[in-house]
């Protein structure tokens, strides 16, 4: 399946790009992308649950498994208004 | 299969990227049965845990942050029926002074007032994926995330 | 013998003949290390105790509501040195929809803003000698006087 | 001795006119300017103890003795706001 994921924030800063699809096996789940990222970027290695999870625009536990054409966000601590 | 663009179709968005105009957003929720109205304006200061602060960069996942919006107007018309109440954020760089958020709450008696336009903020703060970037002589920082 | 008029000396007067420019009351507060500011409009509503009101006319005993809301000032200013706070009153003749009273309370913290903002407002309609006779199609009345 | 009475609101209504200047006998007190008024004006009839008294634009007790020259004002239930 395929997913859109979506960065914002610090996590656009530290992974370079606003969205990228990737490609997972069907019932991946949100916090193994998290695991993913913090693979790749020192900067993540730290965190080891990941941040609030949206899919598709709707905050949902991180071990919410996905589907296909899902967008997925993770959601770094929120600071507006 | 991926939504090509999440397009807000309502006239009335939540966001803008412009400079508020708290006196429309009063002109908004007042009706003739109103007898108070409370404004909340979140406004740059220039400081920040004891850093001196320049500007304010606001981003956001702009479809998710208008849901959110929407959800917390809900509520609180489900909760309080009798308040009218507006939001509007602005986003992109701000300077100090400037309003990042004004939120306007009218209602026929003020303690409701009062009451809902904490109650929007406070909930804001919370769930809204809105993010801002501090700006000082120091350099810049995503505000919340610890590094 | 007797003050032959008493006249308020400080250029800024919390009373006023005029509609009242809240936007000018914001500016008047906001200091650069505020982050939030809390505005209190009271307005005239088209109803009160389920008649119909179409104007108000607020009177008051003038030297002496200008010191009892410089007094309430004070009191704030002691109380919670941290907020700034502005507060107008019109008198004469209003419509529904007319702002009567606007208070402006600019902080760094939201928190203390809400305080002030209500706390003036409530204290305010305590002790202020300050009148309204309201008129609807069945007359008018002083409000708060029993006949 | 002489006090200047003020009238506010529903109390100039009443008596018809916005202040006056009355003698006294020295130690004469506001409740008993009240019990006058009272005697003078049908509407006032009922209340027999005075509103908020205010001497020279302070509240007050109303059975603060005056003094020659004080400035009384019965403040009838505010309605500021």
């Not at chain 1, 399946?1 to 992974?15: C, E, G, P, S, W």
């Not at chain 1, 998290?34 to 941040?51: C, F, M, S, T, V």
């Not at chain 2, 006239?11 to 508020?20: C, G, H, V």
């Not at chain 2, 509520?75 to 939120?103: C, W």
């Amino acid at each position: 399946m395929r997913v859109r994921l979506l960065y914002f924030a610090v996590l656009r800063d530290i992974t370079g790009k606003s969205e990228e699809v990737i490609e997972l096996p069907e019932g991946t789940r949100a916090a193994e992308i998290w695991n993913r990222l913090r693979g790749k970027h020192d900067q993540l290695a730290g965190y080891e649950r990941p941040p609030m999870t949206a899919i598709n625009e709707t905050y949902v536990s991180p071990d919410q498994p996905l589907r296909d054409g899902d967008e997925v966000a993770f959601i770094p601590p929120v600071a507006g208004g | 299969m991926f939504s090509v663009l999440s397009v807000v179709i309502n006239s009335m968005s939540y966001l803008t990227d412009a400079p508020i105009d708290s006196q429309e957003l009063v002109k908004r929720v007042m009706r003739p049965s109103d007898g108070a109205c409370v404004v909340f304006e979140g406004v740059v200061r220039d400081h920040h845990e004891g850093k001196k602060v320049e500007s304010i960069f606001y981003d956001a996942y702009r479809p998710m942050a208008e849901k959110e919006i929407q959800r917390i107007i809900d509520d609180i018309n489900i909760r309080f029926p009798q308040v009218a109440a507006a939001v509007v954020h602005r986003l992109g760089k701000l300077k100090v002074g400037e309003a990042s958020i004004v939120i306007a709450c009218a209602s026929p008696h003020r303690g409701e007032a009062f009451e809902v336009c904490r109650a929007i903020i406070d909930r804001f703060k919370q769930t809204v994926p809105i993010w801002k970037k501090e700006r000082g002589p120091g350099g810049e920082e995503w505000v919340g995330w610890q590094k």
